[in-house]
């Protein structure tokens, strides 16, 4: 017998169990070894896109909800665009100070990925900022202050060693 290639060897097989079985082949068996056809592609159908919901601010926490429907205003965006990142930075606020537990010995943290997607010239990065702004400039009030309080320290701790 020839040596026959996996494939063909496959399909030998394959034409022996289906007639052992009496069952009727589903897929037509060739004998030759060659590559199967391409199949034909399939028709691409567009897919629809649902219609644009608004974001819903009367679910925020009245703080949140305040400043992101100001800032919204203010800068001229969809509130998403505010709302999104903000609620990304009140989650990463939390951190793991506030989890949730699951079931037993199953535990997450408050964790909020957010995107958000528009054409260029929308005002992503002003809605962006508005909702990281106030982080940051707290966030480096704090460094001042640490530094401010570390520096006495090494002046009192220096003097004290003298």
Same mark, same amino acid.
């Given at each position: ?38 199949p034909k592609p399939k ?6 896109v649902p219609p644009y919901?608004?974001? =819903? *601010? ?5 703080? +949140?909800? @305040?400043?992101?429907? !100001?800032?919204?205003? /203010? ?19 939390l951190g793991n100070s ?35 702004? =106030? *982080? ?5 009030? +704090?460094? @001042?202050?640490?530094? !401010?309080?570390?520096? /006495? ?10």
């Amino acid at each position: 017998m020839a040596k026959m290639t996996r494939t063909a060897r496959w399909r030998e097989e394959d034409r022996q169990a289906v007639e052992s079985n009496g069952n009727t082949p589903t897929l037509r068996i060739s004998s030759s070894c060659g590559p199967e056809p391409e199949p034909k592609p399939k028709a691409i159908r567009p897919r629809r896109v649902p219609p644009y919901t608004p974001f =819903p *601010l009367v679910e925020l926490p009245p703080v +949140l909800r @305040d400043y992101t429907g !100001a800032s919204a205003d /203010a800068i001229g965006c969809d509130p998403a665009l505010v709302a999104l990142p903000a609620l990304a930075v009140a989650a990463g606020c939390l951190g793991n100070s506030c989890t949730i537990q699951l079931k037993r010995g199953w535990t997450e943290p408050s964790v909020i990925w957010s995107v958000t997607i528009t054409p260029s010239g929308q005002r992503k990065s002003p809605g962006w900022a508005a909702a990281t702004d =106030p *982080l940051m400039a707290y966030q480096c009030d +704090l460094a @001042d202050n640490y530094r !401010a309080e570390r520096t /006495a320290y090494d002046d009192a701790l220096a003097e004290w060693m003298d």
